[in-house]
């Protein structure tokens, strides 16, 4: 699919007005001015964000017998990235416009600064991304070490250490999630580019003779993995990369794009690595990174297929498509339509008014829910506008604790989509919800 329905041109201006307002993201050290694209993730922010990564687990791990995790070291020694080719090809093309001197990535610019528009720029120079630092207390080539640019190498340099303890045998996989460094030359569009990111990776071991079949496999698996929380197929694509276009590991990557404000970009790559991992940090570690078949009597150094996700950029592209505006009630409301499991708060408990017995209720109400849903609790300003307010961060229910709960022991149950209310009996709330969220 090459085209995408027509997007609001302020949306990406909304949703970054509506993360800051409402506490999904901030500006990084703000009152000292920020600090070029880094940001820090607020109160509903860090909820959706550890939702977005849960999710990922779940789907990657628990519900898999053949994935296990892992937490690598972000530092990592010289010889890694040596291994790795980071050290040699993980460059940037970068140039400098002679006129406003700033500094762009000459493959993003088609020969025109954006800045000025100018068209004379110095000749392109190669740019590492890594992160380079100084590990103790002496200064020298001894103690370099670098900020990892990805989570990868640290599942393929464990990849002996987690066959010998788990007993898994190829087909399996290791999922890691965790921050990464890339000092990005022009970082972009909000969280979509940036110099300090999460992300969702695994390296999916397979026999050669399969990898072309596990390539195909977790291309569809991840495309549905987007589109069941919430993203509309339509706003989704499959772009194969053109032989000459893959890096230098790679036989074969997919990335399934989103259609964000500026057009199709990436969201998640999967790529089929071949045995380039392990053969590389076989050969400069010195250790045997194979496995034996005993059913076979074969050897052979796996092939690997992953998947590799951006958590902050598939954040956004969730706010982004959950992004709505419609007429409730002759006023218009900017309303997030988030999946209730990607949601910072799934259901608010809002009592009517700050009398004393129903703020006791509604106390009560939210001391039965908390142990099961992440909720919010508000008892400012009017019920519409605390509604409002809910529909805005994307809270799937509201419960409403009023006057007449004294007397039924009942709540008024609001939907954030439809807006339709029912009353519902407290002591049976919690399935309630159960069953309001349990898969069709």
Not at 132 to 137: E, F, M, N, S
Not at 349 to 376: I, N, R, T, W, Y
Not at 378 to 391: C, E, F, H, L, W
Request: net charge negative; with cysteine; proline share 7%.
């Amino acid at each position: 699919m090459d085209s995408a329905p027509e997007l609001d041109p302020e949306l990406l201006d909304k949703v970054t007005n509506l993360a800051k307002r409402r506490g999904f993201i901030f500006p990084s050290a703000e009152i000292y001015g920020g600090f070029r694209s880094t940001y820090d993730y607020g109160p509903l922010g860090v909820n959706m964000l550890r939702n977005v990564k849960n999710a990922w687990w779940r789907s990657m791990v628990q519900l898999r017998n053949d994935v296990v995790g892992l937490d690598a070291a972000i530092l990592g020694p010289p010889a890694v990235w040596a291994a790795s080719g980071h050290l040699e090809t993980f460059t940037d093309p970068l140039v400098d416009c002679l006129k406003c001197k700033e500094r762009w990535r000459e493959d993003k610019i088609d020969g025109v600064c954006p800045n000025c528009g100018s068209t004379k720029f110095t000749s392109p120079r190669a740019f590492n991304l890594m992160f380079k630092t100084q590990a103790g207390p002496v200064e020298g080539e001894g103690s370099v070490a670098y900020l990892r640019p990805e989570t990868a190498q640290g599942m393929f340099t464990n990849f002996a250490n987690v066959l010998s303890t788990t007993r898994k045998k190829p087909p399996f996989g290791i999922a890691q999630v965790g921050k990464s460094f890339r000092n990005e030359i022009t970082p972009q569009n909000f969280v979509f580019r940036t110099r300090e990111f999460e992300q969702m990776e695994m390296e999916y071991f397979v026999p050669p003779a399969e990898a072309e079949e596990w390539y195909r496999h977790w291309i569809e698996t991840r495309f549905a993995w987007w589109v069941d929380l919430g993203i509309p197929p339509e706003l989704l694509r499959r772009h194969e990369h053109a032989k000459e276009d893959l890096s230098h590991y790679s036989r074969g990557t997919t990335d399934v794009e989103f259609y964000y404000p500026w057009g199709w970009d990436e969201l998640e790559g999967i790529a089929n690595r071949g045995d380039y991992d392990l053969t590389q940090h076989a050969k400069f570690s010195g250790v045997t990174l194979d496995y034996f078949d005993p059913t076979t009597n074969e050897r052979y150094t796996p092939y690997v297929i992953e998947p590799a996700a951006g958590a902050t950029r598939g954040m956004l592209a969730f706010l982004l498509a959950a992004y709505h505006e419609d007429v409730v009630e002759g006023e218009t409301r900017a309303v997030l339509r988030l999946d209730w499991r990607l949601a910072p708060y799934q259901i608010a408990v809002l009592p009517l008014s700050k009398k004393p017995e129903l703020e006791g209720v509604s106390k009560d109400v939210l001391a039965a829910l908390q142990p099961h849903f992440m909720c919010d609790y508000d008892v400012t300003q009017s019920i519409g506008k605390r509604y409002r307010r809910q529909d805005e961060i994307g809270t799937p229910y509201c419960v409403t604790v009023d006057f007449e709960s004294l007397n039924d022991h009942s709540v008024t149950v609001r939907d954030r989509d439809t807006t339709t209310q029912v009353r519902v009996p407290i002591a049976n709330l919690t399935h309630h919800f159960w069953e309001s969220t349990a898969p069709s």
